[in-house]
């Protein structure tokens, strides 16, 4: 875990932001990877999120909500490396593409970046995976609504940052 | 020697037509939710009146993402209504495998609060391959929609 705080400074950081969310606890999601360019989150396979009973895959409903919460958490990463301040982003929307469906009893990886960030609107893509980054389940775009700092709790705040501050 | 797995994989191979049967029998479309772990892990329901059915996400602490709201995750959100497109559709074409999703794009109108949340859907277009379904969602008015959604399906 150190290492990768190392080379990705973010993960940490990330990791607090995805804690928060109550449906992301529920599904068991482990950020890997946190840097100012990319996020990368791990979804375990479960039984009780089979979308298709005859095959066992899982619901795309899931794969949408790796998704909008690993671009949600790029968002939050890249507003943090440029200015140094927390924003909490709603989406705006979200288009995903399912190219093939997540192979059961393997964890499903999503990659997202956002790639443009403007004063009031954050773009965002996102990679589904299991073997291979090159090999996707799924695409996704999407844009978020920028809001101002203050709009973030200082409750919320402090369970990001880790330690309240003391300046 | 007889795979010890056999019965089980027996068991868990479903047959969709005719459950679809039963839930049309019966009158009842949960039955076929009944089948979905993933429905059951969000908790919804489906209803019908008449030719149309509504589907019904009610409030569960454990599909909130803002806690600061609180707010229902957009993912479940978006979960809800394809699931929702996906019933519609089995019941509507009475097809024989569940329809597989291709796209699905959402379009967040306002947050969606701790409540209970409804969804109805229009099959747009129907081809012999592919299914067009559009999807609104609201909590306590019908006019105020918190997001709407279309999405392609693969169908049988």
């Given at each position: 875990?150190?290492?990768?705080?190392?080379?990705?400074?973010?993960?940490?950081?990330?990791?607090?932001?995805?804690?928060?969310?109550?449906?992301?606890?529920?599904?068991?999601?482990?950020?890997?990877?946190?840097?100012?360019?990319?996020?990368?989150?791990?979804?375990?396979?479960?039984?009780?999120?089979?979308?298709?009973?005859?095959?066992?895959?899982?619901?795309?409903?899931?794969?949408?909500?790796?998704?909008?919460?690993?671009?949600?958490?790029?968002?939050?990463?890249?507003?943090?490396?440029?200015?140094?301040?927390?924003?909490?982003?709603?989406?705006?929307?979200?288009?995903?593409?399912?190219?093939?469906?997540?192979?059961?009893?393997?964890?499903?990886?999503?990659?997202?970046?956002?790639?443009?960030?403007?004063?009031?609107?954050?773009?965002?893509?996102?990679?589904?995976?299991?073997?291979?980054?090159?090999?996707?389940?799924?695409?996704?775009?999407?844009?978020?609504?920028?809001?101002?700092?203050?709009?973030?709790?200082?409750?919320?705040?402090?369970?990001?940052?880790?330690?309240?501050?003391?300046? | 020697?007889?795979?010890?797995?056999?019965?089980?994989?027996?068991?868990?191979?479903?047959?969709?037509?005719?459950?679809?049967?039963?839930?049309?029998?019966?009158?009842?479309?949960?039955?076929?939710?009944?089948?979905?772990?993933?429905?059951?892990?969000?908790?919804?329901?489906?209803?019908?009146?008449?030719?149309?059915?509504?589907?019904?996400?009610?409030?569960?602490?454990?599909?909130?993402?803002?806690?600061?709201?609180?707010?229902?995750?957009?993912?479940?959100?978006?979960?809800?209504m394809?699931?929702s497109a996906?019933?519609q559709?089995?019941?509507?074409?009475?097809?024989?495998?569940?329809?597989?999703?291709?796209?699905f794009s959402i379009d967040?109108?306002?947050?969606?609060?701790?409540?209970?949340?409804?969804a109805e859907c229009k099959i747009t277009r129907?081809?012999?391959?592919?299914a067009n379904v559009s999807i609104n969602c609201?909590?306590?008015?019908?006019?105020?929609?918190?997001?709407t959604a279309r999405a392609h399906?693969?169908?049988?």
């Amino acid at each position: 875990m150190k290492e990768t705080a190392d080379v990705f400074p973010l993960t940490e950081m990330a990791s607090r932001f995805v804690a928060q969310l109550t449906q992301c606890q529920k599904l068991k999601l482990k950020v890997l990877e946190g840097s100012s360019k990319h996020v990368l989150i791990e979804l375990p396979y479960d039984t009780q999120l089979i979308g298709y009973p005859d095959t066992g895959v899982i619901h795309g409903g899931v794969i949408t909500t790796l998704m909008d919460t690993a671009s949600g958490c790029a968002v939050v990463c890249s507003i943090f490396d440029k200015f140094g301040s927390l924003e909490i982003s709603p989406t705006l929307d979200l288009r995903v593409d399912y190219m093939k469906p997540a192979e059961p009893f393997k964890p499903v990886y999503g990659f997202a970046q956002c790639y443009k960030l403007s004063s009031s609107v954050a773009f965002t893509r996102a990679i589904a995976y299991q073997d291979s980054i090159d090999d996707p389940i799924a695409h996704a775009v999407g844009s978020f609504m920028r809001i101002s700092p203050e709009m973030v709790g200082e409750e919320f705040r402090q369970a990001l940052m880790g330690e309240p501050r003391n300046d | 020697m007889t795979n010890p797995n056999a019965d089980e994989c027996e068991q868990t191979k479903l047959d969709v037509k005719s459950i679809i049967r039963k839930a049309t029998e019966l009158n009842d479309f949960g039955h076929l939710l009944e089948h979905v772990p993933y429905a059951k892990f969000i908790g919804m329901e489906v209803d019908r009146f008449g030719d149309e059915l509504i589907f019904k996400l009610p409030a569960k602490d454990d599909n909130i993402g803002n806690p600061v709201l609180p707010a229902l995750h957009g993912g479940v959100i978006a979960g809800f209504m394809e699931m929702s497109a996906i019933v519609q559709l089995m019941v509507f074409m009475q097809t024989s495998k569940v329809p597989k999703v291709v796209d699905f794009s959402i379009d967040y109108l306002r947050a969606g609060y701790h409540k209970d949340s409804f969804a109805e859907c229009k099959i747009t277009r129907q081809g012999r391959r592919v299914a067009n379904v559009s999807i609104n969602c609201w909590q306590t008015n019908r006019k105020h929609l918190i997001a709407t959604a279309r999405a392609h399906f693969l169908i049988d």
